[in-house]
Nanobody, 123 residues
Framework: VQLQASGGGLVQPGGSLRLSCAAS????????IGWFRQAPGKEREWLSY????????YYADSIKGRFTISRDNAKNTVYLDMNNLKPEDTAVFYC?????????????????WGQGTLVTVSS
């Protein structure tokens, strides 16, 4: 499984960004896809994941209501739409794939990782 995250950049507070995670063919059929972020000096934080089967979505309380995960099966791509961004959202964002046999809320639940994409929220 190969994953490639993109879409990061510089955005002003209150702004929006869409991150994309392009996955290799059939990855979305066999793996749940999650999003994490890691700010400087902090541990990697789980944000959201989408189930491989019914496409159920799950969110961390810290971003619930501001971030939305979705997927386009035809494009083998999972998205993370981020709204009302705050300076504390500044981090490197990662997408990851895992077999969905655990809670899918910890980095150790995921077997494949994309490279990170940097999101900077600043005026």
């Amino acid at each position: 499984v190969q994953l490639q995250a993109s879409g990061g950049g510089l955005v002003q507070p209150g702004g929006s960004l869409r991150l994309s995670c392009a996955a290799s063919e059939d990855a979305l059929r066999y793996y749940a896809i999650g999003w994490f972020r890691q700010a400087p000096g902090k541990e990697r934080e789980w944000l959201s994941y989408m189930s491989r089967g019914n496409g159920g979505t799950y969110y961390a309380d810290s971003i619930k209501g501001r971030f939305t995960i979705s997927r386009d099966n035809a494009k083998n791509t999972v998205y993370l739409d981020m709204n009302n961004l705050k300076p504390e959202d500044t981090a490197v964002f990662y997408c990851a794939a895992g077999p969905e046999i655990t809670t899918m809320r910890h980095p150790s639940d995921y077997s494949h990782w994309g490279q990170g994409t940097l999101v900077t929220v600043s005026s």
